[in-house]
């Protein structure tokens, strides 16, 4: 151990482990706040003890100290003491008049805009107002209206929301998320109906300030869009000076992250790099032209002083969001080497950076960009170390410059890439290629001319509208590209979810390697010895969870209000029945964060079968990703087309890829996957409905003795015609509740047929249907069926070996 330590140098590297790990370990803790406490209290006594009697003791305690530390300030985070006035009292109540403060630069998207409102007044109808605290995240959707902006108080009415998961296995926790951001809750309304609250006392000079670096701001965004017109070109290129990254689609995001360039349109130390090094080269050389700076030497130091203002300001203009913070403080460490003299020391400048960093937020750590940054300069710093000296005899000309670019690409790539494919599930084979191209030209042109333009826009206009269409040009261009980096066969590969052991394994390797190629015997002997413990731990972890015999799995996931299950048959296939689904108005995508995480999860790349039961947004809009990124044999749908654009880029994404589109004849039709059959219903009678919800897809998945009912969203008309006919056999063990559980479903004919042992009831938590309706509720359990909702068990596990059947859920029930 001892041997291992003493190749971590500098002090300040202890100090940033200690901090990270105690953060990481006060992150996987439950709420042991007054315990750390008196931990903490012991171990400042016995550091004052050690520094005065016993000096060698004393380093250890204080990395001791400083993991408790850690502890602490992510579990006040996570776990925060919350005031008799917080807004929560006011969550799920009635219609709430709030009024606030934006603390905030408003952060844009299609249809709307989304600020930080520090609550400070709250009021029910026909109630006194009362003083409240917290942050809520505020979504303003675009109307008419002025538009509040930072510093703004403001008054609005709305129904507050707390944050909530989707409960499913590996499921991104939204509510720790907005906790560790300082969040408390959601709330939404029409730009219409909020009031700007003109107060008489005048601002104050920061706030003016920033007001006035926001206008800027807006002005230069709505320039960038009045020259370059609306198009995906001008939004990358928007995001790439302003920091807006909101206004990036989403498969934009995808192409450049395929592309391995995504780092490039996020205000990044990349950018900040490349910002100071102009700004301090230029200032450099005019300071040099004065011999009183020259000859005293004087000019390096003096220009990265100044060099720090005009950084700030960018940061500051393009949102000062954590990640920038974090990347401001990244670009300060490297100027501070660099002015002092002391580049070797580079490591401990970077510790001192993180170090930094987490003590202002210590959730920073949990940051993908905090995670990715670190190890890329870990990796960049390693990588270089192992270049032989010399290596590049002509480091001053084009070659060289390049061959350290290709290095400098190489292993900030290696070691990024656990981590992009554990969070992305995406692993690009052209980023170095794309990474050398790329980075001169949106680095060193489209960024450097983008802010000469954004310099001079307001007083030479026309010279700025010349550089933004020429800019505008270069990102085309670049995305022009991307898409053809991509399209190469084997370009990139869509990845499974890592988990926490197979990326430190992946890491150990990469260590051991290094430690091989320095000649540390003594830790690569170690490291491989902790390699075959992680080995041996995940191969009888992975053993454990394999289902012993044939088993029939059937998992309802929760999507909110909407239907999404996942099949599993004893001999292997996979079939997804609905994607869930918000309206067109919502940026949430049910495919894309959560159907795919659980499909990625349980390793499942390949789906045999999707099932759409009717072309319904909650339905059918998470299957869109899903076809898009999965390999998919066959599409199931009825006869029922729409004309939304979602149905018809389902359509469009099928022809593209070549998948089996198969629509059951009216008659109904069998499917038959080993001792699994799957038996469609008669189509919809139209002299019964002409509803969409009526026609649904209706099907009877059985295994042996045991079966299924997937009615889709039929309404009673539907479930009379189904039980009076003579065709699909309805008596299943388990019914998926016909709408959610509405009262326009479920009638006593219909149940009297089915002869159900268990519903599951797939809807939204506080829905605005107020699905399941109660006389529905009343009516299963007087029939003696055992109920099961997703808004209220999370996902629904059901197997089956054929004879018997059991149901778990999510949250343990």
Known sequence: MKTILAHLKPPSLFIFFSLMAGIALGDRLPDFKTYIWLVLAVLSGLSILAACFHK??????????????????????????????HIRRFFDLKKTCVKGKIVSFSRHYDKKIKVTLE???????????????????????????????????????????PVQNFENPGAFDYVRYFKLKGLDGAAYCDQKNIRIIHEKKPK???LKCIRAIEKIRLDFYRFIFDHAGPSESTKALAALITGKTELISPDLRELFSK??????????????????????????????????????????????????????LYCIFSGFSPSTQRAFIMTLAVLFSLISEKEKDFPSSISMAGILILIIDSAALFSISFQLSFIAVGFIMAGLSLVKKGAFPYKDNFLGKTALLLCVSLFASLGTFPLTAHYFHTISMVQLISNLVFIPVVGFVILPLGIVSLLGFSFIPVFSGWIIHLCHFLISFSILSSKAFVSIPFSWVRTMSLDGPEIILIYLMFVFFYTLVKQKRTISATILVVMGILVIYNLLNGHSVKKTGPVLAITIMDVGQGNSSLIQTPQGHHILVDGGGFPDLSDFDTGKYIIAPFLWKNKIDTLNYIILSHPESDHLNGLIYIVENFRIHTLIKNSDMTKTEAYKKLMEICKKKNIRIWEPSGRGEAMYLGETAILFSEKADHSVSDDLNNNSLVFRISYKRFSMLFPGDILSAREKHLAKGNGLNLQSKVLLSPHHGSSSSS???????????????????????????????????????HTFRTDKDGAVFISSDGLDYGIKTHKGG
Do not use: W
């Open 56 to 85: 060698q003791a004393f380093f250890p305690l204080f990395l001791f100290l400083i993991c408790g530390l850690g502890m602490l300030s992510i579990q006040t985070k996570l776990y925060p003491d919350y005031p008799e006035d």
């Open 119 to 161: 609550c400070k007044n709250a009021v029910l109808p026909d109630q006194p107002s009362e003083q409240v605290s917290g942050r809520i995240e505020l979504s303003i959707y675009l109307s008419s209206g002025p538009i509040p902006q930072y510093g703004d108080t403001i008054e609005f009415e709305s129904t507050l929301r």
């Open 204 to 206: 104050n000079i920061f």
């Open 259 to 312: 592309a391995g360039i995504s780092h490039l349109f996020a205000i990044s130390g990349l950018h900040l790099s490349i910002i100071g090094y102009l700004f301090f080269n230029g200032i450099f050389y005019f300071l040099s032209i004065f011999p009183k700076f020259l000859i005293t030497g004087r000019s390096k130091k003096l220009a990265g002083a100044i060099t720090v203002v005009p950084l700030m």
């Open 747 to 785: 009638t006593e004919i219909f149940l009297d047929k089915v002869m159900p042992k268990s519903v599951i009831i797939s809807c939204g938590r506080n829905n605005r249907y107020k699905f399941p309706h109660p006389d529905v509720l009343k009516r299963y359990k007087n029939m003696g069926i």
